[in-house]
C-alpha cells in the first residue's frame, strides 16, 4: 500500500514567488492534515480536510496560505506571496481514524 | 502558547544505555498522547501511544510512563541502538479531533 506521497521534496523560491504544494493521501483516508516546522520548532497544525470540507483552518497563519482538496482526494496548499518566514518543512498526514495519523515525507520549502 | 512542552532538546547515549525524553501538557482534555519518530528526510512516523486512562505502555524496546495527575508523560528506551538515533517527538489531542499538538522534539544520537 502507498503511504502518503508529497510533491516537491524540496523548493527554493524567491521572496514574493508563488509556490504550491501537493499531498497525496492513502488511499481511502477521508481526514487529511497539514503541519509545517519550522526551523528546531514544534510541529504545527495548520488545517485539518474530512473529505473535502475543512473541518478545523484555525492554525493557518494568514490568508496568504490558501488550501483545497480536489474530490477528497489530493490537496494542495498554496503560499501567495511567499515571505521569508514561510520557509520551513510543511507535512501532510491522512488518517482513516482520528487517531491514527500516517505522515508524509514532506517539502522542504526556502524563501529567499 | 506551548501547549505540550518536551526536554530535552538533544540527547545524546551510548549504545545499551536508556534515554528518558519527557512530555508535559496543560489541557486536560488531551485524551491521546502519540510518539513518532522522525528520520533525516523522512516524515515522523506513529511510535506507540497511550491513553490516560493507562500508566504504562511497552512495545518492544519502547516504553511510555503517564502521570495523570502531574500532567506528563515520558518516553523511555531499553537497550538503545545507533539505529534508534533520530528526532523524537511527544504529541496530544482531543481524540475525537484528531489535531496533533506536538512538542518542540528530541534529537536522539546513540553513539557505538
Known amino acids: 500500500e502507498a503511504g502518503v506521497t508529497q510533491f516537491p521534496s524540496h523548493s527554493v523560491i524567491e521572496k514574493g514567488q508563488t509556490v504550491t504544494l501537493r499531498c497525496d493521501p492513502i488511499s481511502g483516508h477521508d481526514n487529511l492534515y497539514w503541519y509545517r516546522r519550522v526551523m528546531g520548532k514544534e510541529i504545527k497544525f495548520l488545517l485539518h480536510f474530512v473529505k473535502e470540507s475543512k473541518q478545523d483552518e484555525s492554525g493557518m497563519p494568514n490568508n496568504r496560505f490558501l488550501a483545497e482538496r480536489t474530490g477528497g482526494t489530493y490537496s494542495t496548499l498554496k503560499v501567495q506571496p511567499a515571505e521569508l518566514e514561510d520557509s520551513g518543512v510543511y507535512f501532510c498526514?491522512?488518517?482513516?481514524?482520528?487517531?491514527?495519523?500516517?505522515f508524509g515525507q514532506g517539502t522542504r520549502l526556502t524563501v529567499v | 502558547q506551548q501547549q505540550v512542552k518536551q526536554s530535552p532538546q538533544s540527547l545524546i547515549v551510548q549504545k545499551g544505555g536508556i534515554p528518558i525524553i519527557n512530555c508535559a501538557y496543560e489541557?486536560?482534555?488531551?485524551?491521546?498522547f502519540p510518539w513518532y519518530q522522525q528520520f533525516p528526510g523522512k516524515g515522523p512516523a506513529l511510535l506507540i501511544a497511550?491513553?490516560?486512562?493507562?500508566s504504562e505502555k511497552k512495545e518492544g524496546r519502547f516504553t511510555i510512563s503517564f502521570n495523570k495527575s502531574a500532567k506528563q508523560f515520558s518516553l523511555h528506551i531499553m537497550d538503545s541502538q545507533p539505529g534508534d538515533s533520530a528526532t523524537y517527538f511527544c504529541a496530544a489531542t482531543e481524540d475525537r479531533r484528531g489535531k496533533l499538538i506536538f512538542g518542540q522534539g528530541t534529537e536522539l544520537s546513540v553513539k557505538p
Open positions: 489541557n486536560t482534555a488531551f485524551d491521546y
Open positions: 498526514a491522512s488518517s482513516h481514524r482520528y487517531t491514527e495519523a500516517f
Open positions: 497511550i491513553r490516560p486512562d493507562v
